[in-house]
């Protein structure tokens, strides 16, 4: 069983930053590849970056692009989002997930709870 659980989010003003967590538990072959996807109301959810396990392969949505860095710590089982310069349209849910294969793929297999971004203007 792999268990994603998201932390972080939070209630922030137009121009500043925060930094999500994910903390993985579980079999560790199944968090070789880690993405933070995000889901604002009425939307559907998208793409927002993914690592590997190495951390060489890494991508970005182009709207993130620049002012969002995803990392992560294997020895912590830790996958981390931190986004600055954030505008109100980064307003939503963020998910973390996780996947054995190497990216690109079509669906992660493991998905967190989500936690809430909230950016006033």
């Known amino acids: 069983q792999v268990q994603l659980v998201e932390s972080g989010g939070g209630l922030v003003q137009a121009g500043d930053s925060l930094r999500l967590s994910c903390a993985a538990s579980?079999?560790?072959?199944?968090?070789?590849?880690m993405g933070w996807f995000r889901q604002a109301p009425g939307k559907e959810r998208e793409f927002v970056a993914t690592?590997?396990?190495?951390?060489?392969?890494?991508f970005y949505a182009d709207s993130v692009k620049a002012r969002f860095t995803i990392s992560r710590d294997n020895a912590k089982n830790m996958a981390y989002l931190q986004m600055n310069s954030l505008r109100p349209e980064d307003t939503a849910v963020y998910y973390c997930?996780?996947?054995?294969?190497?990216?690109?793929?079509?669906?992660?297999?493991?998905w967190g709870q989500g936690t809430q971004v909230t950016v006033s203007s």
């Open positions: 690592i590997d396990r190495s951390g060489n392969r890494i």
């Open positions: 579980g079999r560790i072959f199944e968090f070789y590849t």
């Open positions: 997930a996780s996947d054995s294969r190497v990216w690109p793929f079509d669906q992660y297999n493991y």
